[in-house]
């Protein structure tokens, strides 16, 4: 096997694993996996919007609030190509309003 197809698919078993730690809850461990490579495999030209949904729910989940929120802007300027990206920027979408709505109860107490 070459090194660039055996490179090409480490990086492709790192992505299936920090979306299967997201899964399982691990957060910190997909937000370890899968943030290195948004600037690999995203791109304004090539988005990922799969990448970038899980980036942000491991990211909310381990309470990084600020780059969950840079996420979640950089999300909404794209459109889902099918209906299960469409899920996933939904359930990103409800972490955002959970988040809000907790930040602004917090600003009234």
Do not use: W
Not at 50 to 55: A, C
């Amino acid at each position: 096997m070459s090194q660039n197809k055996e490179a090409m698919n480490k990086m492709a078993q790192r992505v299936l694993n920090g979306y299967e730690a997201v899964h399982n809850k691990d957060y910190a461990k997909a937000k370890q996996l899968l943030e290195p490579l948004v600037p690999m495999l995203h791109s304004e030209t090539k988005p990922n919007i799969k990448l970038l949904s899980y980036t942000a729910i491991a990211q909310i989940g381990t309470k990084d609030i600020e780059t969950f929120l840079e996420t979640c802007e950089e999300l909404k300027k794209f459109e889902p190509a099918d209906t299960q990206e469409a899920a996933l920027v939904q359930r990103v979408d409800e972490m955002f309003v959970v988040l809000m709505d907790t930040l602004n109860e917090d600003d009234q107490q």
